[in-house]
């Protein structure tokens, strides 16, 4: 909001005890939504909205990496196309004091991991590379 940004914070519509993930309903559908729906000069997008202490390192690879629900990621390309407007995640990375940014993109844009150590429907994680560096906000 600093930035010109005007916020709908869709966490807010979670239900009456807020322990269910707002949605986005059809006849037939529903996907969950990423936290805010954000606009500014004529631009409007989602931004699903993580608190990660640091990035992970996956161990096969050496990359540090930051990821979402994979069930999540597949509704937000969902509302993607229903809404026409672009769905990014953004960290903030508490270590580093840092708001990071990147575009959804696709499903081979990332690691899907659908073991079950991830808990239900697995993840997705992107390089912390692939992250645009949004703000350092310090604590």
């Known amino acids: 909001m600093e930035r010109g940004w005007h ?17 986005m309903t059809g006849k037939h559908t529903a996907f969950v939504l990423p936290d805010l729906d954000i606009a500014q000069n004529g631009k409007r997008m989602w931004a699903e909205v993580k608190t990660k202490a640091e990035a992970t390192l996956h161990r096969k690879t050496q990359t540090l990496e930051h990821g979402i629900s994979l069930r999540h990621f ?32 696709e499903e081979s844009d990332g690691r899907v991991y659908d ?18 560096l949004v703000a350092e906000v310090p604590a």
């Open 7 to 23: 916020v709908i914070p869709s966490y807010d519509y979670s239900g009456e005890d807020g322990d269910k993930a707002p949605k």
């Open 74 to 105: 597949r509704d937000y390309k969902r509302i993607q196309v229903i809404t026409g407007c672009d769905v990014y995640v953004f960290v903030y990375e508490e270590c580093s004091e840092s708001l990071l940014m990147r575009p959804i993109g």
């Open 115 to 132: 073991g079950g150590k991830m808990g239900r429907g697995g993840m997705i994680f992107w390089p912390r590379s692939s992250f645009k």
